[in-house]
């Protein structure tokens, strides 16, 4: 990047959106990823009411994660196409349609292929919102407001708290047809947005086939052999490393091709390639939590499902309310001393989780995981503002998009093994679990001195 856009960047001035345009764009990414782990509670209640097994119902959430891994990887040729704004409104028109109909579906067989379906609307949804809110029409350099950080951090606690509070309302059905009123107000917010600019020459780039099928075979046999591993079915470690080896060709064959259907830019510098697998480190060590707590308190401790998650939702809480606070400590002490002090702080708390037995109130252990919460806000939201305010505008669908792949399949591939190994384990599985949690806390501690200070302009190391 050159000097003279980063000054142009560091020149900005903050524009924020209105509350109602603020509402389409946090409507999109809440929606989505409160569904996906909301549905994981009502697996049960499907299965007894539409008289499947278990193991037919099961493919309800690994549907959604097929759908997201074939069209993920699209989301950053399809914009630049058709736009940020129009793909945005049209994934949420389709998860709203999508939605509507798994709630109305007469069976497991057609619930499983509309569970597809949304996956596949759903995946955009992210990146796109990113897009939006760090970029777009915006100008460069500009932050978006601290409540789309809390939502975003907090939509995946909220899931199985509202997953079990809806099937105890009106059951499994109103899961998915609350989507639809949330998302026609989101669509009413996003049409305020100014419309996307008509497309340059340069953005008529020809369909990457081979690209796309790299992208799209390997982000799902990655994610969907993840699912499996998370299942405990031992052998979805091959699909997993399958998935690698096609996304891996696929950096091969980016390299190659003059118009790919994702660009790499983002993972262009050994300083942005270490700020993803930081984040992707954070991730595993913040989703892992919300298998490993739920499992510890459902089975160990005995908690109802709806206290479980309550239990969860004080580190989605700080964690959207400290992303403010990390951007303020990135301002002043740089982006390297602020994640390392993010990760320092997240080994520290996660370490206090071994003086946990199941005798413990529950909510000592929801302060304990609030404190998590406060390190993980320090860590994520400055690295997401470093890395997409360092990308120029005509770069920005790319980037967000490489970043949601990097997330979501080192975050699955990262829980899918740190499930087998708690699987793996006996009488302290849950204390042997934490070990592992703080040493990779402490790898990504390790990794901070490397992140450059290019990424985020004019900002001290």
Known sequence: MSADVMGESSRTTTVRPGPLVLAGLVCGPFVSMVDSNAVNVAVSEIATELRAPLSTTGWIISAYLLGIGVSLPATAWLARRVGNRRLYMFALVAFAVSSAACGLAPGVEALIGLRAVQGVASAPLIP????????????????????????????PALGPTIG??????????LIFLVNVPLVAIGLLGVRRLPPDPPRADGDRSPLDLVGLALLGLGATSAIYGASLVTGHTGWGWIPAFAGLVLLAGYGVHARRTRHPALALGLLST????????????????LFAMLFLI??????????????????????????????????????TRGLRTTVALGMLLLAAVTALLLLVTPDTPPWLLALLLGGRGVALGLTLQPIIMGMMNGLAKADMA?????????????????????????????????????????????????????????MIPDQPR
């Open 294 to 331: 739920p499992v510890f308190l459902l089975e160990s401790a005995h908690l109802s499902p709806v206290a479980t998650g309550l239990v969860l939702l004080p580190q989605g809480i700080t964690m959207g309310l400290c992303a403010g606070l990390g951007e303020k400590l990135v301002g």
């Open 398 to 454: 790319d980037g967000t998009t490489v970043f949601n792949v990097a997330q979501r399949i080192g975050g699955s591939l990262g829980i899918a093994g740190i499930a087998a190994f708690y699987e793996a384990r006996s009488g302290n599985a849950f204390h042997d679990t934490i070990w592992l949690l703080v040493a990779l806390s402490l790898a990504g501690l390790a990794l901070t001195p490397f992140l450059g200070r290019a």
């Open 270 to 285: 050994a300083a942005s390639r270490v700020a993803v697998l930081v984040s992707v480190v954070a991730s595993v060590v």
């Open 164 to 173: 079990g509070l809806l099937v105890a309302a009106g059951g499994w059905r």
């Open 128 to 155: 796109l919102a990113l897009t939006l809110l760090f970029g777009g029409e915006r100008e460069r350099g500009a932050r978006p407001p601290m409540v789309a950080g809390l939502l975003f951090f907090l939509a």
